[in-house]
């Protein structure tokens, strides 16, 4: 798969901060797909790809769901912006033909879901530990995700519900499945 030319047509769909963003994903997933041992270019393909239905309006991603027969639930309904890792997996799909494996860690890199691959989880934590990313606990976070990823995921998403929380957005199911069964799994 040529890389570069997927990087230019992302390149052209994004703002120059998302991109720089989305280097920092490419990046950040690159060095825990080699600290977990996980396939190096499914790592990077899918962290180039993630967000590059990011930019679309409220109503193009709706209407590109349509299209495409795309399910929406009701929140994402209502949150048209989740549905960017959805759209972008299937866009990545039909234009690269990307692995299944690629397109599950894109489609869940926002809400994280139960039973994430470990590409999944890279992808989602490098999302939130890139070194553009600009918050309190960044680097603590980061240095936990190089020790243990299950726990990385868990302290991230407890953040993101919070700021959803603080914010009166809503929660994602996806989230809560996911953060319930790694803190199980943690009880063990
Ligand atoms: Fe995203
Ligand atoms: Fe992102």
Do not use: C
């Not at 825990?32 to 679309?56: G, P, S, T």
């Not at 959805?86 to 690269?96: E, L």
């Not at 407890?158 to 996806?174: A, D, M, R, S, V």
């Amino acid at each position: 798969m040529e890389i570069e030319k997927i990087k230019n047509d992302v390149k052209n769909m994004l703002s120059k901060e998302r991109y720089t963003h989305t280097l920092g994903v490419e990046k950040r997933a690159l060095e825990l797909a080699k600290i977990y041992e996980v396939n190096e270019e499914a790592a990077q393909i899918a962290a180039i790809l993630h967000d590059m239905a990011k930019e679309l309006t409220k109503q193009e991603k709706l209407n590109y769901a349509k299209e495409n027969q795309l399910e929406v639930d009701e929140i994402e309904k209502s949150s048209p912006g989740l549905l960017h890792g959805k759209i972008a997996a299937d866009m990545a799909k039909k234009k690269y033909h990307i692995a299944e494996e690629v397109q599950s860690a894109i489609t869940y890199h926002t809400t994280g879901r139960q039973n994430m691959s470990m590409l999944d989880k890279i992808i989602f934590v490098a999302d939130a530990t890139e070194e553009n990313r600009e918050y309190a606990d960044l680097e603590e976070i980061r240095e936990l995700s190089e020790k243990n990823l299950n726990e990385a995921i868990i302290t991230i998403i407890n953040f993101n519900i919070q700021e959803n929380i603080e914010k009166g957005k809503l929660l994602h199911p996806n989230s809560i499945l996911a953060r319930n069964q790694l803190l199980i799994e943690k009880m063990k």
